[in-house]
């Protein structure tokens, strides 16, 4: 079984920067792909980004790109996003998740999920 822990969420002021971190134990880290999605109040969950297994390929949906990178170490068995100018409509849970056998970095139905991090941006 896979286990994802995410952290590094908080109350932020629109155009401060946050980074995010999950990691990931109980299988290797270097054969998933690696994604962040999220999900805002009232609204579905969506795809934020996605990093290929040696971290050397990304992909981000249009209204990050830019602002967010995902980046991964897999030394540490770790996924990161850091977020630059942040914006009051990126308030949201964000989800760390990871699939074994994605072919596609448009990642959309994904095995395994961490529990969130509150992610909270002021305006």
């Known amino acids: 079984q896979v286990q994802l822990v995410e952290s590094g969420g908080g109350l932020v002021q629109a155009g401060d920067s946050l980074r995010l971190s999950c990691v990931v134990s109980?299988?290797?880290?270097?054969?998933?792909?690696m994604g962040w999605f999220r999900r805002a109040p009232g609204k579905e969950r969506e795809f934020v980004a996605a990093?290929?297994?040696?971290?050397?390929?990304?992909y981000y949906t249009d209204s990050v790109k830019g602002r967010f990178t995902i980046s991964r170490d897999n030394a540490k068995s770790t996924v990161y996003l850091q977020m630059n100018s942040l914006k009051p409509e990126d308030t949201a849970v964000y989800y760390c998740?990871?699939?074994?056998?994605?072919?596609?970095?448009?990642?959309?139905?994904?095995?395994?999920w961490g529990q969130g991090t509150q992610v909270t941006v002021s305006s």
């Open positions: 998740a990871a699939d074994r056998f994605a072919a596609t970095l448009r990642l959309t139905s994904v095995p395994y």
């Open positions: 109980g299988r290797t880290f270097s054969n998933y792909v």
């Open positions: 990093i290929n297994r040696l971290g050397t390929d990304t």
